[in-house]
């Protein structure tokens, strides 16, 4: 039985971790665990922006692997970027994380 994780995406290495490695076992379909939910933090929120193209994959896995994709709703607010997020995104705080998500994980990581 696979694991099931959700990812808090907070270091400055979000985009390469996410971009390089995560997003393309992903969609190759070997991360071996099954990602429930993102939860972007800090600067990490500018990865679910309209035109990215990491941001286009990762609407793609959410509605094909059914991923809880999620931003920070401080970290959104003091950039004015709610209204340029893919649709996909839900923001939010931690608590509206944890109420989709705490029942449906194994595991917490944080990337």
Do not use: W
Not at 30 to 54: C, E, I, Q, S
């Amino acid at each position: 039985m696979s694991k099931r994780i959700a990812y808090l995406v907070e270091s400055p290495l979000g985009n390469y971790v996410l971009g390089q490695m995560i997003v393309p076992q992903l969609e190759e379909g070997r991360h071996v665990a099954t990602v429930k939910g993102m939860f972007f933090l800090d600067n990490n929120v500018y990865l679910l922006m309209k035109g990215n193209p990491l941001a286009d994959r990762l609407a793609s896995l959410s509605r094909s692997q059914g991923i809880y994709l999620q931003a920070c709703d401080q970290c959104v607010f003091m950039r004015n970027l709610a209204d340029k997020l893919i649709g996909e995104a839900k923001i939010g705080c931690f608590p509206d994380f944890y109420n989709k998500l705490l029942d449906e994980v194994d595991m917490i990581i944080t990337v």
